[in-house]
């Protein structure tokens, strides 16, 4: 079976600083997705890491995959209120016919002034 | 183009009752999954349905069941509502999603997911 583990669970930061976000997976895995969340909302997706050595940036956010390791990481720099968030990892394997997303713990950022 | 939409917003039911949550996929998307988060945990795969049949089940009870519709909208019902089912359910939607599919865009297996229905049961 499939498992998602992100670390740390609860995340306080200060602004303009820096921090990472880790997601571990148990098999190997088509794709690795990062999602948002904010309060009573529904999933924004970030980015779609689709192989190893991946990295794609938006923004004071960037991710990366390393499939060997299956690990991926959330980096974010210079962190921001608005970045205050529910942040979540998830991986799918349709090419092995497992089409569900299978979901970390999710790592609830907050930012402090 | 309109995204994922579900209806209703929000839910409040009792004990015992049962409920319809409804969900219509983006326009040419045939795939649609069900997904339900409780407070303070990651989204829990429920059902996937592609093309009006049943792809996926996530480990749930038989109290839990989906219909898709020949327009690809799908229904999730949920009979002798527990306390334990108050959460946000999501339904997301993919243009693909058919089991043992080999080949094709990856990003047609990309899932895009609605504004979600919060279901309270009291």
């Known amino acids: 079976e499939l498992k998602v583990e992100q670390n740390p669970l609860f995340l306080s930061m200060q602004e303009g600083k820096n921090y990472t976000i880790y997601c571990n997976y148990s098999t190997t895995s088509d794709r690795l997705y990062w999602y948002r969340q904010d309060p009573g909302k529904s999933l924004e997706s970030l980015f779609v890491l689709l192989s190893n050595g991946a990295v794609k940036q938006e923004g004071r956010l960037m991710a990366s995959l390393d499939t060997k390791a299956r690990l991926s990481t959330l980096h974010i720099t210079a962190a921001v209120h608005d970045l205050s968030a529910t942040y979540f990892c998830a991986v799918d394997r349709p090419f092995f016919g497992n089409e569900k997303l299978t979901f970390g713990t999710g790592t609830r950022l907050t930012i402090i002034p | 183009d309109a995204g994922v939409t579900q209806s209703p917003t929000h839910l409040i039911k009792t004990r015992g009752q049962q409920v319809t949550l409804r969900c219509s996929p983006i326009s040419g998307h045939k795939s649609v999954s069900w997904y339900q988060q409780v407070l303070g945990q990651g989204p829990q795969f429920i059902f996937q349905?592609?093309?009006?049949?049943?792809?996926g089940r996530g480990n749930f009870p038989d109290r839990f069941s989906a219909r898709q519709f020949p327009n690809y909208s799908s229904e999730l019902n949920v009979n002798a509502l527990l306390l334990g089912d108050s959460a946000l359910y999501l339904c997301?939607?993919?243009?693909?999603?058919?089991?043992?599919?080999?080949?094709?865009?990856?990003?047609?297996?990309?899932?895009?997911f609605g504004p979600g229905t919060r279901l309270t049961v009291t």
């Open positions: 997301a939607s993919s243009f693909k999603g058919y089991r043992g599919l080999t080949s094709g865009r990856a990003d047609s297996y990309e899932q895009y």
């Open positions: 349905y592609y093309e009006k049949e049943e792809r």
